[in-house]
Nanobody, 120 residues
Framework: QVQLAESGGGSVQAGGSLKLSCSYPYNMYCMTWFRQAPGKEREGVAFIANNGRTVYSDFVKGRFTISKDVPKNTLYLQMNSLEPQDTAMYYC?????????????????WGQGTQVAVSS
């Protein structure tokens, strides 16, 4: 059983920053952040592949940074210039697959999520 655990969510004002963390038991090829706002579908935010390649959704490009600390088995999402529309539950996901995507059906392993709320 692969268990992922997110932390670092909270409430901030627009323009503020948060750094999310996701602990995982061992490294997998594709590690990704998703989010789901109330009443909306879950959407991919960013992924990092084992070779270091990163891809971001257009709505976070330039504001969010995904990274991972392999010795600490921790995935991060640094979120800057937060906007009210960034309010959502944020999930980390991972899989062994060699092709990383921002589509949720590419991932078998998920955390429980951490809530981010951005006020205007």
């Amino acid at each position: 059983q692969v268990q992922l655990a997110e932390s670092g969510g909270g409430s901030v004002q627009a323009g503020g920053s948060l750094k999310l963390s996701c602990s995982y038991p061992y490294n997998m090829y594709c590690m990704t952040w998703f989010r789901q706002a109330p009443g909306k579908e879950r959407e991919g935010v960013a992924f990092i592949a084992n070779n270091g390649r990163t891809v971001y959704s257009d709505f976070v490009k330039g504001r969010f940074t995904i990274s991972k600390d392999v010795p600490k088995n921790t995935l991060y999402l640094q979120m800057n210039s937060l906007e009210p529309q960034d309010t959502a539950m944020y999930y980390c996901a991972a899989d062994y697959g060699g092709i990383c995507t921002l589509k949720e059906d590419s991932y078998r392993y998920w955390g429980q999520g951490t809530q981010v709320a951005v006020s205007s």
